[in-house]
């Protein structure tokens, strides 16, 4: 919420700084729209990698499980870079995160969508969005859930983006049915809430009933 809050009661140059601290992209030129969309899409890609995922690890093979896959993760996230610098070993990373998040990105995706319906943002969107767009991505996994949040919003995520100068012609993601605006940071924090709320339920019923 530093990235909401910087919007909301700083500058442009503070809210720049605080989403250049969670996201890849060059950040210097963003403008607040450009902000707000990097925001959100972290915080959609996080609820798969940063939430839902490392519960499903941890109900199927506990804590050791969980450890690794959040070693995996966080390579990818520190070294998953196509430049000359990472090109090799960051493949490596990449493509283990890639196998890593194939099914529980799915499974975010469709917590995502039940989320959505429980707090009453547009889960037929997003539901649509999710079975269309959801491969608009280099990645197979992170479009799972950008996808789901766009339809959810009611906007467009992803498109063009700058990394380290150097500009990435990327798909967009949901339609523009209205213009993204700074409230959708919350918006999109209380969806990854209540995706989560929904994960600990699954996976607490999984170790209840399997193991």
Not at 54 to 79: C, E, Q, R, W
Request: aromatic fraction near 10%.
């Amino acid at each position: 919420m530093k990235v909401y809050d910087a919007l909301k009661k700083g500058t442009i140059e503070d809210a720049r700084h605080a989403v250049s601290m969670i996201v890849g992209r060059d950040t210097a030129e963003l403008t607040e729209e450009g902000v707000t969309k990097a925001a959100v899409e972290t915080v959609a890609e996080n609820t798969s990698d940063g939430v839902i995922a490392p519960m499903i690890y941890m109900a199927i093979g506990g804590v050791p499980l969980m450890f690794l896959y959040k070693g995996i993760n966080t390579m990818d996230s520190m070294l998953g870079y196509k430049n000359d610098k990472y090109l090799y070993f960051g493949r490596c990373a990449a493509k283990l995160d890639d196998a890593a998040n194939y099914l529980p990105s799915r499974i975010s995706g469709w917590l995502m969508v039940a989320g959505a319906f429980v707090i009453g943002l547009d889960s037929r969107n997003a539901s649509r969005i999710f079975k269309r767009d959801s491969r608009n991505h280099a990645s197979p996994n992170s479009a799972q859930t950008e996808a789901v949040m766009a339809g959810a919003l009611d906007v467009q995520l992803a498109g063009n983006a700058y990394y380290f100068g150097k500009l990435y012609e990327k798909p967009t993601i949901g339609d523009a049915i209205r213009e993204i605006e700074t409230e959708d940071i919350r918006y999109a924090n209380r969806l990854m809430y209540a995706t989560a709320i929904l994960g600990v339920i699954i996976c607490v019923l999984f170790r209840v009933v399997f193991l």
